[in-house]
């Protein structure tokens, strides 16, 4: 209560533990009082005693990166016990290689359409007609006919579904 009169609050990390807050404390800096619940995730994973050991062997310069660290994990691990922030990244790396893959469908469907395009424009001009790339002249018929119905393409494939399903859910924001 000294503290409180003295109009100097203890650090979060002393609140938490109930103890009085002294002028050299390895928390007070990494811990204020008005985030208690950056202490209360940190100390509920990996314990008071090992925090102030772990910050008292890191160099004072290095401590707040660490300090950062520590919550991180700490709230990754109150999410997911068993992976914590492992978790996070492994899911992140998974939305990564999924956008790759549509960003790879996407850009090879633009490469299909420029030539296309360029070999069905080259050959009207050539008085070849409305023939396609394929040689079926039926498949130019129909404006409709020259983009790919992108629901039945390489459906056969693994994994295709679930990727066209993101894409879909990509594009309609």
Not at 88 to 113: C, G, K, P, W, Y
Not at 123 to 131: E, I, L, V
């Amino acid at each position: 209560m000294k503290e409180a009169a003295a109009g100097v609050s203890p650090c979060a990390a002393c609140k938490l533990l109930r103890r009085r807050c002294s002028p050299g404390c390895v928390f007070a800096p990494y811990f204020p009082s008005g985030e208690p619940h950056r202490f209360a995730s940190v100390h509920k994973v990996f314990g008071a005693s090992n925090i102030s050991k772990l910050l008292q062997e890191i160099p004072a310069e290095h401590r707040g990166d660490a300090v950062s660290s520590l919550v991180y994990e700490a709230n990754a691990r109150v999410r997911d016990p068993i992976y914590g922030c492992v978790g996070a990244i492994t899911s992140l790396q998974r939305q990564v290689e999924s956008l790759q893959a549509q960003l790879a469908l996407a850009q090879a469907e633009m490469v299909r359409l420029r030539m296309a395009n360029a070999y069905g424009g080259a050959s009207r001009r050539n008085g070849g007609g409305g023939s396609s790339a394929s040689g079926s002249p039926s498949s130019m018929s129909s404006p409709t006919k020259a983009t790919p119905d992108h629901h039945h393409m390489a459906v056969d494939q693994p994994g295709v579904m679930e990727l066209e399903l993101e894409c879909s859910r990509f594009w309609s924001f």
